[in-house]
């Protein structure tokens, strides 16, 4: 859509729902991977905000679920009264490695410890989210909306 980063705020809501809800109708996704609402940065929040407004099941049925992410340094600063509980986690055992590799690529959002977007706190957080879901490593969401039929979702 090319939106510049970190000027969304000058971005009008309608333009960007629109061109959001035209990517849905090309796309059809059956899953919404967002930031979280409650994200510190401001451009996360506006993401959500817009994504979030095109995720009516009246003009997109397709949509299933909707996850909000945990972003390392933005959603665990987030306003006190809102703060991000997860309730869905993905087992990442097998790919903490190649999660490591591809985060290497980002090496201008990555610093040293104790930064939080440091590799130590990569792999800290996904052996907390791992304890709290019974496996080595895990990523977990925030669970916004999930219809279900049958034995999972549609």
């Not at 979280?36 to 397709?62: E, G, L, T």
């Not at 040293?112 to 019974?134: C, H, L, Q, W």
């Amino acid at each position: 859509m090319n939106f510049p980063t970190t000027e969304l705020e000058d971005i009008r809501a309608d333009q960007a729902i629109e061109a959001i809800g035209d990517v849905f109708k090309e796309v059809r996704p059956e899953i919404i991977f967002l930031p979280d609402y409650n994200d510190a940065h401001s451009d996360h929040r506006k993401v959500f905000d817009w994504c979030f407004s095109c995720s009516k099941i009246f003009r997109f049925p397709y949509i299933k679920m909707i996850l909000t992410m945990e972003i390392i340094s933005e959603t665990d600063f987030g306003r006190p009264e809102n703060l991000f509980v997860p309730n869905f986690f993905v087992d990442i055992t097998d790919y903490m490695e190649k999660k490591i590799e591809a985060i290497r690529i980002y090496d201008t959002e990555m610093g040293k410890m104790p930064f939080p977007r440091s590799e130590e706190n990569v792999r800290a957080i996904a052996t907390v989210r791992g304890a709290m879901s019974g496996v080595r490593y895990a990523e977990a969401f925030r669970m916004i909306k999930c219809i279900v039929k049958d034995d999972f979702y549609y």
